[in-house]
């Protein structure tokens, strides 16, 4: 028996409906079936009502049952799109690193269960000229990995005709994304060039979390801090280039905020100032044991709580 407003029993007189009943799913109501008058004009009678109650009852396992199908297929669906962009992702990384005499170079992203859109590159764009980029695009699943092939494509294809004009270099990549993506897309991005005959390394930073140069003479940590906004936010935007030189025995460390962002089951962050103390204490590692011990001490911070964004780290280091 079904209990009805007033002015829903008037709409069902107004059809001639002369019976309703509830059709129920394990979770409880999920639709009503009304029935006009018998042809017969006989009234319903018992037997009637409990033949229609056992069709109810099976209509709505059939109906919870599609319901569950269509949540199926979404899922599934979803599933394939993270798959195809964990490998656009995977495949954007570089497969072989740079392996000049005197210089060490390590990279690496460590994807969320959703991926997110870290990016990281090292390259020799130049003769004696390396970039170092690791960006973070806003979003997750197949359009933010979308969108950082197109920064990945555009940084390697700038870098090699403005190694010079470093400027130039993310003014294109501002256009592009200005001209190729929606307006809540942005990338944050490090950018460096490392002259690896002199050391100096040329660089900007936009929107992304300050890279640190760890000194040899002295164990001190220099902060290379932001000159500019996110990328893709807007064409008027100044973007400044920054300097540092790399001496024999110094490293540069770049990372993206999966790294200070993370989170223990407190709910406390990492933070800046734990991953500068970290480094103090890792000056005579090489770059592989300096990246690794890193991603530990984010692991012990973070413990059984779940990764939520991708951590991605490079390592540079002089002899």
Request: aromatic share 6%; hydrophobic share 40%.
């Amino acid at each position: 028996m079904l209990d009805l407003e007033k002015e829903e029993n008037q709409r069902l007189s107004a059809v001639n409906c002369e019976l309703l009943i509830a059709i129920r799913g394990s979770a409880g109501l999920v639709g009503i079936m009304g029935l006009g008058g018998k042809l017969s004009e006989e009234p319903y009678s018992k037997e009637d009502r409990e033949l229609l109650m056992t069709v109810t009852r099976e209509m709505g396992i059939a109906l919870e049952n599609a319901e569950l199908l269509e949540v199926a297929k979404r899922e599934a669906e979803y599933s394939k799109e993270l798959d195809i962009a964990r490998q656009v992702q995977q495949n954007l990384f570089p497969t072989k690193l740079p392996t000049p005499t005197g210089w060490e170079f390590a990279g690496i992203c460590k994807p969320a269960k959703a991926v997110g859109g870290d990016y990281y590159d090292i390259f020799e764009a130049a003769p004696g000229k390396v970039v170092v980029a690791l960006g973070d695009v806003s979003g997750k699943g197949l359009g933010a990995s979308f969108v950082m092939s197109g920064v990945h494509s555009t940084i390697r294809t700038q870098s090699k005709l403005f190694i010079y004009d470093p400027i130039k270099i993310i003014n294109e990549l501002n256009e592009y994304l200005l001209g190729s993506t929606s307006k809540n897309i942005f990338v944050t991005l490090f950018l460096g060039i490392i002259d690896l005959e002199t050391g100096k390394l040329s660089y900007l930073n936009c929107g992304h979390p300050p890279a640190f140069v760890l000194r040899k003479e002295n164990n001190a940590i220099e902060k290379l801090t932001r000159t500019g906004l996110a990328l893709g936010m807007m064409s008027t935007v100044q973007f400044t280039q920054g300097s540092s030189t790399l001496n024999a025995g110094d490293s540069l460390i770049v990372y993206s905020d999966g790294v200070t962002e993370a989170m223990n089951s407190k709910e406390e962050m990492y933070e800046e100032e734990r991953l500068t103390q970290l480094l103090t204490t890792t000056l005579g590692l090489d770059t592989s044991h300096m990246m690794n011990a890193i991603l530990k001490s984010v692991d012990e911070f973070t413990g059984i709580h779940e990764q939520a964004d991708d951590i991605s780290v490079i390592v540079v280091k002089r002899f």
